[in-house]
């Protein structure tokens, strides 16, 4: 196809996207040893602590000059009080706008677990690059360009903008389809209670990507 048009939502500040980062699932699995966490803990190996320990390392491997961003957001240990854990399951979410980050973040974690708080832990690396990302580019910036002037039309200021957060438009823009993403209706509060749609908004972005549909297929005739 020549042109993705995304209809995720606007922002509250009526903006398209122009570039998405990409998401890789990464993490490490500890195994160690258990123990009676009263009687002997001398006797267990604590997958727990270091996972905590391996938590605070990797977490200062985000680079802000490459939009780069590694959030810890899961931490599986233990079931027991009194049961010194023999595993410690962590996830973290990746965002890259690089590619070439994804495998930088994976050599990282390699070089970086083998620095241990306790030998006697197992620790195991994952890293799973997933949606991949959508960077800036000309043709995109030539669709921001039409778009703008499209609701120029309608006398309104159209924004553009970057996000941390994927959609669909990062497969199409990898494999070269000129992409404009966050064509839909305006709002915000995304994936919460509190999600909105700006309906005063609606009528105005329905004649945007209506009129944008218009001129691009009318220029390719």
Not at 148 to 155: D, H, K, M, S
Request: charged residues 25%; glycine residues 10%; contains cysteine.
């Amino acid at each position: 196809h020549d042109v993705a048009l995304v209809l995720e939502f606007g922002s509250p500040q009526d903006k398209v996207t122009s570039w998405r980062k990409g998401i890789g699932t990464y993490g490490i699995k500890v195994k160690g040893r258990a123990a009676h966490a009263g009687a002997e803990p001398e006797k267990g190996c604590n997958a727990l602590v270091e996972a905590a320990h391996q938590t605070l390392q990797l977490s200062k491997l985000s680079d802000p000059r490459k939009q780069t961003t590694i959030n810890f957001t899961i931490f599986q240990a233990g079931d027991r009080r009194n049961i010194i854990p023999d595993t410690a399951n962590v996830e973290a979410d990746v965002r890259v706008l690089e590619a070439p980050e994804f495998d930088r973040l994976k050599n990282d974690f390699t070089r970086i677990t083998k620095n241990k708080l306790l030998p006697c832990t197992q620790i195991e690396i994952q890293a799973t690059p997933g949606r991949p990302p959508f960077p800036p580019n000309p043709q995109t910036d030539a669709l921001v360009k039409k778009a703008v002037a499209i609701y120029q039309q309608i006398g309104l200021k159209l924004g553009v903008e970057g996000s941390g957060g994927g959609t669909d438009g990062n497969y199409a823009a990898i494999v070269g389809t000129s992409t404009l993403d966050a064509l839909g209706p305006v709002g915000g509060g995304a994936h919460g209670a509190t999600e909105y749609i700006d309906l005063d908004r609606i009528a105005p972005r329905i004649y945007l990507l209506t009129k944008l549909i218009m001129d691009l297929t009318s220029s390719t005739r």
